[in-house]
T-cell receptor, first 115, second 113 residues
Framework: DVKVTQSSRYLVKRTGEKVFLECVQD?????MFWYRQDPGLGLRLIYF???????EKGDIPEGYSVSREKKERFSLILESASTNQTSMYLCASSLVVQGNTGELFFGEGSRLTVL | GNSVTQMEGPVTLSEEAFLTINCTYT??????LFWYVQYPGEGLQLLLKATKADDKGSNKGFEATYRKETTSFHLEKGSVQVSDSAVYFC????????????FGAGTRLFVKA
């Protein structure tokens, strides 16, 4: 069964701390994504990656960075956490094959609270 | 640009009632359309999809038809159950050198016994 695993389900951090959110997929997918989910706003794309060591900004990249050193792992980094980054963070992956429609496979989410 | 608009919730229904959640989209070209569902405490999972005009996606009693003329992809179920209580997201995806998915804001459904 396909699986996307996010390392932490719940985190509480203080303003100014550096935060790492880890995501691992076991499906050999090329594409990986980080979204944040906020009530009334749906899911907004932070960063995505089409390949190892490759990254592209999504719609709301400010205050975030990412790392993809291995195909199966995609990390989201908050260099200096702020209270407005309190949110649910969702990692997803998808396969790149001809005819693929871009279906996403999601992890269970990481709920981050910044105090 | 591309966007997805879905009806605001929450939607509260009694068990066995008929469900419709409206979704309209704006996109250039020919996107694929999806409904994802998020059960409490979980991530999103694909419920159904349609890849071209007039396609009907279906799963677990839910259906949605890709209507290009009205740019809509409304979700329907004839008889909801308490276990259908969840948040439902309409989404579109286009291959622009790599897929990017645009989501609607989500509609929370409560089903009462």
């Amino acid at each position: 069964d396909v699986k996307v695993t996010q390392s932490s389900r719940y985190l509480v951090k203080r303003t100014g701390e550096k935060v790492f959110l880890e995501c691992v997929q076991d499906m050999d997918h090329e594409n990986m994504f980080w979204y944040r989910q906020d009530p009334g706003l749906g899911l907004r794309l932070i960063y995505f990656s089409y390949d190892v060591k490759m990254k592209e900004k999504g719609d709301i990249p400010e205050g975030y960075s990412v790392s993809r050193e291995k195909k199966e792992r995609f990390s989201l980094i908050l260099e200096s956490a702020s209270t407005n980054q309190t949110s649910m963070y969702l990692c997803a992956s998808s396969l790149v094959v001809q005819g693929n429609t871009g279906e996403l496979f999601f992890g269970e989410g990481s709920r981050l609270t910044v105090l | 640009g591309n966007s997805v608009t879905q009806m605001e919730g929450p939607v509260t229904l009694s068990e066995e009632a008929f469900l419709t959640i409206n979704c309209t989209y704006t996109a250039t070209g020919y996107p694929s359309l999806f409904w994802y569902v998020q059960y409490p405490g979980e991530g999103l999972q694909l419920l159904l999809k349609a890849t071209k005009a007039d396609d009907k996606g279906s799963n677990k009693g839910f259906e949605a038809t890709y209507r290009k003329e009205t740019t809509s992809f409304h979700l329907e179920k004839g008889s909801v159950q308490v276990s259908d209580s969840a948040v439902y997201f309409c989404a579109l995806s286009r291959n622009t050198g790599g897929f990017k998915t645009i989501f609607g804001a989500g509609t929370r459904l409560f089903v009462k016994a």
